[in-house]
């Protein structure tokens, strides 16, 4: 990464796209941690031990396992949906730390635990997913995804939302007291779900660097979970700030002001690729639905879609956040407009050659992904 590019970037920054301050500080330490079996080094009263809650409510179909016995500071996990009767085969039970592999629910993907009653994963997927959090007995969601939460959804459920996005790059240290602060008071009140899109990545780092800087756990444990999560090597940032986590004190965490939005407005240029994403999501419907509208998506027009995307990645190489970045950043933006331009007029003109079309899809699709490596998935800009 060249320097110049660095710093003229770090001018640009707005509340969205976030400083990976994280990344100095520990820069030379090797990016694969050693498992976190030695023991750990937490200051706070609940220990991550990985036999405080049982992994499941086993053949009785009743969920409820928690330490009851142990510190005070824990918080009991609830895991019976409904009542004690409900069969097994119903009863949702939160991850723990004793998991080794991420956890799927309707709804709800990639769920991994960073302490108890605090999990990482998916963005909860319509009323299922919000349904299979509120069998975890999940009370809060702290989403750090760039997408509107849906907070009339968790209302339905019980849930409040916390929203507090973060980049791919990182997070500064602002941020990184704000995820400490609304972790800490809302698990106070009951088990904590933090997701982003997928649940790999961002949250996964976000949910480290909390925990961590809560005394719940070490870095080391926090890497290794993030590994648990499938948080890819490229994202040094993520990684980066849930080494650099360390506990902080009670009143460095006090002073953060403690009342945290619902919704946070993304930039317009993270608002358009949250929306790239989406039309592209939609193409590639199109595409399983052999180049037309699909059933289960009446309401998608072909050459509408790729001519939205077109749109969206020209207004985004035009934006003042592209004017800021060294001239190839506007430049990949409009050469990836140009093939969603292409794609749009191989539609209008009715082309039905499927390998053909899928040829310029994949184009598009290289390039948000090329750009993504160089210019997102690191501490680049
Ligand atoms: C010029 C390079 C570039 C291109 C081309 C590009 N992106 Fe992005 N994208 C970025 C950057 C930089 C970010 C991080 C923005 C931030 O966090 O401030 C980003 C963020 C995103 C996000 C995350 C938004 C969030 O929730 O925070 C999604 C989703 C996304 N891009 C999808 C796409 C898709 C789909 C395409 C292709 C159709 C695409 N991008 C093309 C640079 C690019």
């Given at each position: ?16 796209a ?5 990344e ?7 990016d ?5 079996s030695?023991?750990p ?8 031990s ?42 949702v ?18 769920a991994?635990?960073?302490h ?20 975890m ?11 509107i939460?849906?907070?009339?959804l ?54 480290a ?16 979970r993030?590994k648990?999560?499938?948080?890819a ?36 240029f ?37 001519g ?16 800021k ?53 690191e501490?680049?800009?």
């Open positions: 990464m060249h320097q110049s590019i660095r710093l003229a970037a770090l001018a640009t920054l707005t509340a969205t976030l400083l990976a301050a994280c100095s500080s520990n820069k030379s330490r090797p694969q941690p050693g498992a976190s030695t023991a080094a937490a200051s706070a009263a609940s220990q991550p990985s036999s405080s809650v049982s992994a499941s409510g086993s053949s009785s179909g009743k969920g409820v396992t928690a330490s009851a016995t142990a510190q005070p500071a824990l918080t009991p996990i609830t895991v019976a949906p409904g009542k004690a009767t409900a069969p097994a085969a119903s009863a039970s939160i991850p723990t730390m004793a998991d080794t592999k991420p956890k799927d629910f309707q709804g709800i993907h990639n991994v635990a960073y108890d009653g605090y999990v990482s994963g998916s963005m909860p997927e319509g009323e299922a997913g919000f349904a299979s959090l509120k069998a007995g999940i009370k809060t969601i702290i989403s750090v995804d760039g997408a939460p849906e907070v009339d968790a209302a339905k459920h019980g849930m409040t939302y916390i929203h507090l996005p973060i980049g791919y790059s990182g997070f500064d240290d602002t941020r990184k007291k704000e995820l400490t602060r609304a972790t800490r008071d809302a698990h106070a009140k009951g088990p904590v779900y933090i997701h982003c899109h997928h649940g790999k990545h961002r949250s996964a780092g976000a949910a660097a909390a925990a961590s800087s809560l005394g719940w756990i070490t870095p080391d444990q926090g890497v290794a993030m648990v999560s499938g948080t090597a490229a994202y040094t940032g993520l990684y980066a700030c849930a080494r650099a986590a360390t506990p902080l004190d009670r009143a460095v965490i006090d002073a953060v002001p403690a009342s945290f939005p619902p919704i946070s407005r993304p930039s317009g993270v608002q358009g690729m949250v929306d790239a994403d989406l039309a592209l999501e939609h193409l590639v419907a199109i595409e399983k639905a052999g180049w037309k509208v699909p059933t289960n998506h009446p309401d998608l027009v072909p050459a509408a879609e790729a939205k995307l077109a749109n969206l990645l020209r207004f985004m190489a035009e934006s003042d956040r592209s004017k970045h060294p001239v190839d950043f506007a430049a990949f933006l409009m050469k990836n407009s140009d093939e969603a331009t292409a794609l749009e007029d191989a539609l209008v003109a009715g082309k039905s050659n499927a390998a053909d079309l899928s040829k310029l899809l994949n184009a598009i699709n290289t390039s948000c992904k090329d750009c993504h490596t160089k210019w997102r998935n501490a680049a800009y």
